[in-house]
């Protein structure tokens, strides 16, 4: 969709898709609708162009391994008196080709152009390159 930013979030205390959505399965009673959120301290300036068709994009051990949409933006006070922001998801988490990231703290905004493509559905993974080559390729432009 033209117009839109993603968002890039290290996905902290999961060590593989497959947990994150256990995690996700075992906190819907909590959301409203059943739809996750995740929350951050900051309130994204470009937050027209993440709603206007936007996805977070979990990266897992230095590796882009999957996303999910972001149907909102939501205003929420935490206990210590402080506005955050939560990233209302859409509660299925789409596979995507790997993509080597490195560490950051905090989240980034993805460029669409820069997004790994989707696995096909069904498809659980794609075989993982070593990552010396991983790393190379995406250096040159190649992954």
Known sequence: MPGH??????????????????????????WPEG???????????RADEIRAGGSLYWVFKGQIL????????EPVTGPDGIERCA???????????????????GWRYLAPADAPAD?????????????DLAQALAEIGLR
């Open 35 to 45: 739809r996750p959120r995740h929350i951050t301290r900051m309130w994204p300036k």
């Open 5 to 30: 930013v993603h968002i890039l979030k290290l996905c902290v205390g999961a060590e593989s898709v497959e947990d994150l959505v256990a995690w996700q399965d075992s906190q819907r009673v909590r």
């Open 66 to 73: 999957a996303r999910q949409r972001i149907l909102d933006l």
């Open 87 to 105: 990233l209302v998801l859409d509660p299925d988490v789409i596979r995507t080709s790997a993509a080597p990231r490195r560490p950051f703290q």
């Open 119 to 131: 696995l096909p559905q069904g498809r659980a993974s794609e075989e993982t390159l070593p990552p």
